[in-house]
């Protein structure tokens, strides 16, 4: 951590906690900071203290800002706060871990077309969003243009590059940013979307050919190269490079307005038809037919030259001052002795050459004799059945072959590694390995399969075997009619056009919607409301009745669902209904009354009977009846 810079530590608003420099630019250094009142990282771009002190400045800071803090786009960093901290103008943004497209380029050199492909199509979709809000970049620039870690593009610095055209003129400050500009900008003419869509046309050719369309030792001499001079094609860079992205790169790179890209939107509809089908080739007026006419570059506008000289820094001149004749003769002397010393190391650095020369081409081999070298032929355009059955390649080298979709007709070499013109020596095995790609000839049309009504799992397999490396997007519905987990819908249809590395979007059934309810308490209610009650609540029931002595019959005596419980629509209730208390059950008339039996008693002789006095009975005592 730098704890000379003293920001580091600082809490601005008492709330963004500044944590490390991550960057500096012209107009702001930016640094990581914590949000501590959304728990989160974000990266502060705190102005600096030159530019703070300039209100009208800061005014401008703050409009551009907040216009920009509007854009809501996956391809552009957000900006979440403007704001000021006592002296401190500061801008609170989204931390983008990754790094710069620059420095991948810096570390790839030259992208493949696919990835070139894939990152110029996300930066016109962020230039089409800033666009129709009225938003121009003015520094699309590789250093602007962040990779995430999952591959997205996202864009930086929107509208701050309005500010900082005040403060910059083309001295060797703004060299970084020059290459990429436009040729209406270095004028110092009007600025559209267009001036954007030229910059990524410099971007697209940097990432396709390893090399800017335009260098120069001064920030003026690459301006006037933007302004008159016509770049090489970058195909004569790189001739790997599909001739559709070439037109789309140069066509966006046009010098006049009128014939370059009018809009984003249109610019990103020619990489989208690109996407889709790679062979196609576009006929755009313009530069693309400079290379044939009898002018070979355009005329240079002398007052456009003339305004950028006039931003150069003027040199500082000191008046000469008149030596005296001791002064005169010591600066004699001075200048004799360096002419010596400058002759006699001529004389050297030339014998040092004559020395190298020899050594490398006749001394060197003379006394370490070196081994055999060959030349690569060039084996593009060749049949690999002819290079297999060539004997005077089989002397010396191997080759392995791997197979690709081309316009070239199929068993015809398309590229070779290493290339053709290089020399190599032969190894001690005495075969240099080749690398052969051959064409399979030219790709045939897919189609999209009908995945409706199968699950969206087993169509995610079927696609993926198709090998097209294709982006699949999933989106649930709920649907009643089709079985979930199971493909509603496709884009693109069933036997529409599947191009490789396409986007496929797979619609599939969540099932019936789930509703819920609450259950209303029906204890006491007459059956015929309760049911009623219930079926406004859109739920089911169940009734199952029983006697009770305390409560009247078709009245609910409970339910089983506590009230006020959320369940699912159409849940059964189960109602339990009083039918009243149990009726006695009385003999009819006709009926004999019902007399238990008694014990059997045996039939013995009766005794004779005899008199025995009547019990005594208390007064009021009632006997049995059939005691009586």
């Known amino acids: 951590m730098d704890m000379t810079d003293k920001y580091i530590g600082r809490m601005l608003d008492n709330r963004y906690e500044i944590l490390e420099k991550i960057g500096s630019g012209g107009m702001a250094v930016v640094y ?40 809501s786009h996956p391809n552009i960093v957000a900006v979440y706060d403007v704001a000021r901290s006592g002296d401190v103008e500061y801008i609170v943004m989204e ?20 990835e070139a492909l894939h990152f110029s199509t996300q930066v016109c979709k962020a230039l089409s969003h800033a ?92 301006a006037i190269q933007h302004i008159s001079a016509i770049p090489l094609m ?31 939107d249109e610019m990103l509809h020619d990489l989208e038809e690109f996407r889709k089908n790679p062979a196609i080739e576009f006929n755009y007026p313009g530069v693309l037919n400079a290379r044939g006419g009898a002018e070979p570059t355009r005329a240079v506008p002398t007052s456009a030259i003339a305004r950028a ?49 020899m050594w490398n081409y006749y001394l060197k081999d003379m006394i370490f004799p070196q081994e055999e070298t060959v030349t690569i032929p060039r084996f593009i355009g060749q049949t690999y059945d002819s290079i297999s059955k060539n004997p005077d390649y089989a002397k010396y080298y191997t080759f392995s072959v791997t197979e690709e979709f081309d316009e070239a007709e199929p068993g015809t070499v398309i590229a070779q590694s290493p290339q053709p013109d290089r020399t190599r020596v032969v190894p001690a095995t005495g075969l240099i390995e080749i690398e052969l790609t051959v064409s399979k000839g030219a790709e045939p049309n897919i189609t999209m399969p009908n995945l409706i009504n199968i699950d969206y799992r087993e169509a995610q397999v079927q696609l993926a075997n198709m090998n097209l490396n294709l982006d699949i997007k999933l989106e649930g519905k709920y649907n009643k009619d089709v079985t979930k987990d199971f493909v509603i819908a496709t884009i ?5 056009p599947l191009g490789k590395g396409g986007i496929v979007y797979i619609t599939y059934s969540l099932g019936p919607e789930i509703k819920m309810t609450e259950v209303p308490d029906c204890t006491g209610e007459i059956l015929t409301a309760a049911i009623i009650r219930l079926e406004g609540y859109k739920l089911g029931y169940e009734i199952v009745r029983e006697h009770s002595p305390n409560v009247a019959k078709d009245v609910v005596i409970s339910q089983d669902l506590v009230p006020g419980t959320k369940v699912e629509e159409g849940t059964v209730v189960v109602l339990i209904v009083s039918d009243g208390p149990v009726e006695p059950v009385t003999p009819t008339p006709d009926e004999e009354p019902y007399i238990p039996a008694g014990p059997t008693i045996p039939e013995t002789a009766s005794p004779e009977p005899t008199e025995t006095p009547e019990p005594s009975l208390p007064f009021g005592a009632v006997l049995p009846q059939y005691a009586r």
């Not at 666009?131 to 929107?158: E, L």
């Not at 910059?168 to 900008?185: C, F, K, W």
């Open 492 to 496: 693109p249809g069933p036997g529409e």
């Open 32 to 71: 990581k900071a914590r949000c501590h009142r959304l728990n989160r990282l974000v990266a502060i771009k705190i102005l600096k203290d030159e530019l703070a002190g300039d209100a009208e400045f800061r005014r401008r800071f703050h409009s551009e800002s907040q216009a920009v803090a509007m854009l």
């Open 234 to 264: 970058p195909r004569d860079i790189n001739p790997d490079i599909p001739r559709g992205l070439e037109a789309i790169t140069m066509r966006a790179m046009e010098p006049d307005l009128n014939l370059r890209y009018a809009s984003a």
């Open 309 to 357: 000289e006039h931003n150069l820094p003027k040199p500082v001149r000191t008046p000469r001052r008149e030596l005296s004749k001791e002064e005169y003769v010591k600066s004699n002397r001075r200048a004799s002795r360096t002419a010596g010393l400058i002759g006699i190391f001529a004389i050297i650095v030339f014998l040092i050459f004559i020395f190298v020369f």
């Open 131 to 222: 666009h129709s809000r009225g938003i121009i970049h003015r520094d699309i620039k590789p250093h602007n243009i962040m990779i995430c870690k999952d591959g997205s593009v996202k864009v930086a610095d929107f509208g701050i590059a309005r500010l900082q055209s005040t403060q910059n003129t083309l001295t060797q400050e703004a060299l970084g940013s020059v290459h990429y500009i436009s040729p209406e900008q270095a004028k110092g003419g009007q600025v559209d979307a267009r001036s954007d869509l030229y910059s990524l046309g410099v971007v697209m050719y940097e990432m396709l050919t390893g090399h800017l369309p335009f260098e120069g030792d001064s920030a003026v001499s690459v």
């Open 95 to 114: 931390l983008i871990e990754g790094i710069t497209l620059k420095q991948y380029i810096n570390r790839k050199g030259v992208l493949n077309w696919k």
